[in-house]
């Protein structure tokens, strides 16, 4: 269990660096007229991903949950897949990535790198992770209830940012 708690804390230190991240590109993105949408929303967010954190930590502890090593590292590759394609992501979009939904009026829409191959590529990293993380150590209800709620996020974000990216793309 402990090299499994020592994992989670460097995907929890990712985490903040993608947070770092994100706060340098809202700052760039704001001094060219960047526009934040969906910020209600953005908390939930932020309480669901770390409750996968935190379930991740605690299940396996509390339901004495084993490590199965068939399913763990299967869901091990799986979340260095997921984390591959977010930083895929994060690197196509430079500047313009960001966890919040902010968009600069004007801008082209992005579509090399992953965005190529589908509309939100982020976002299919992070149903990836947050399913396959917690069942790296059979924390298979973590996995559920973060699949569920990420799913009630998505029905409210992907509309959201794709409605803020056609208020903002330049006229054709």
Request: with cysteine; aromatic share 12%; proline share 6%.
């Amino acid at each position: 269990m402990l090299w499994y708690t020592a994992f989670i804390a460097l995907v929890a230190l990712e985490r903040l660096a993608e947070l770092l991240v994100a706060r340098r590109n809202a700052a760039w993105t704001f001094a060219r007229g960047g526009v934040e949408y969906g910020r209600s929303h953005y908390p939930w967010m932020v309480a669901l991903h770390t409750g996968l954190l935190l379930g991740c930590l605690f299940e396996p502890l509390l339901f004495e949950r084993p490590f199965a090593p068939v399913l763990g590292w299967s869901m091990l590759a799986l979340v260095v897949a997921a984390q591959a394609l977010r930083w895929w992501c994060i690197g196509t979009l430079g500047p313009y990535w960001n966890t919040r939904v902010i968009v600069v009026p004007g801008s082209d829409l992005v579509r090399r790198g992953p965005y190529k191959l589908l509309a939100h590529p982020n976002y299919v990293a992070v149903a990836v992770e947050g399913a396959a993380l917690p069942l790296v150590h059979s924390a298979w209800l973590t996995a559920v209830l973060f699949t569920a709620g990420n799913a009630a996020m998505m029905a409210a974000r992907v509309p959201t940012e794709n409605a803020a990216l056609q208020r903002t793309a330049p006229a054709a």
